[in-house]
């Protein structure tokens, strides 16, 4: 069972509101995705921790449902 880019937004963006939520599906077939998300909550955190935040947020999908997300992460310049 794939997911669809709008699932995995509003997951991200349900536990980071104020969060830029940016979905690429890489080959097209809802198992690998690129993810650039930006958001305050970043500010003054290491990658690695926004990473959990985000992982945190798609609830146990990932290796899952969500086989591969490249992800970048950011705050606001």
Do not use: C, N, W
Request: hydrophobic content about 45%; glycine content about 8%.
């Amino acid at each position: 069972m794939a997911m669809q880019p709008a699932e995995i937004e509003a997951l991200i963006k349900a536990a980071l509101p104020d969060a830029e939520v940016t979905i690429e599906d890489l080959a097209g077939d809802g198992d690998h995705y690129a993810a650039k998300v930006t958001s305050e909550s970043f500010r003054g955190i290491s990658r690695v921790k926004q990473h959990q935040i985000v992982y945190a947020a798609l609830q146990g999908r990932m290796g899952g449902v969500l086989h591969a997300l490249a992800l970048q992460t950011s705050a606001p310049e």
